[in-house]
T-cell receptor, first 113, second 109 residues
């Protein structure tokens, strides 16, 4: 996806290990979001950022933390991965929140075994 | 609880027909509404947005919004096999974009 990349694309990790997913944008957008997508649940917001070092919790934030030290990077950390965190994780960006849609990254498929 | 509800489908239409996708939302303060298309194994892609009651047309797509009924719909005219995907409805207020689970559309040649 133009202007937004996620890494890694796929990851398998063991229960109890920490995991960090990266979202990198070149659009200089202020707002960045982390979602997870699970069958039957659609996309659910984990955390979001409205500026450098400004973050807030979303609907399903337990077990996750985020950091944004630069405009272009938004990191999602699973502090101690559990099998319930097996999911596809999407990062999204937008320049403004009034009547503006999001652009999504390609996603990270995470499997916790 | 702020919910966005969609019929999961699958919705199957013949090529050239009109596909009608529907969505309801529970949060009355939602201000803007979006339709995203998601191909299997890919990320969601924004295809339509609507903010005011009524219809909004963009090519083969028409979005319809009725805030009194808390209802959003997407019509796809002259459906093509390439339109086969899952369509996600979203309701947005400030930094809170809520998504439905999606309707899977299949367009048969």
């Amino acid at each position: 996806d133009a202007g937004i990349t996620q890494s890694p694309r796929h990851k398998v990790t063991e229960t109890g290990t920490p995991v960090t997913l990266r979202c990198h944008q070149t659009e200089n957008h202020r707002y960045m979001y982390w979602y997870r997508q699970d069958p039957g649940h659609g996309l659910r917001l984990i955390h979001y950022s409205y500026g450098v070092k400004d973050t807030d919790k979303g609907e399903v934030s337990d077990g996750y933390s985020v950091s944004r030290s630069k405009t272009e990077d938004f990191l999602l950390t699973l502090e101690s991965a559990t099998s319930s965190q097996t999911s596809v994780y999407f990062c999204a960006i937008t320049p403004r929140t009034d009547n503006y849609g999001y652009t999504f990254g390609s996603g990270t498929r995470l499997t916790v075994v | 609880q702020k919910e966005v509800e969609q019929n999961s489908g699958p919705l199957s239409v013949p090529e050239g027909a009109i596909a009608s996708l529907n969505c309801t939302y529970s949060d009355r303060v939602s201000q803007s509404f979006f339709w995203y298309r998601q191909y299997s194994g890919k990320s969601p892609e924004l295809i339509m947005s609507i903010y005011s009651n009524g219809d909004k047309e963009d090519g083969r797509f028409t979005a319809q919004l009725n805030k009194a009924s808390q209802y959003v719909s997407l019509l796809i005219r002259d459906s093509q096999p390439s339109d086969s995907a899952t369509y996600l409805c979203a309701a947005h207020n400030n930094n809170d974009m809520r998504f439905g689970a999606g309707t899977r559309l299949t367009v048969k040649p």
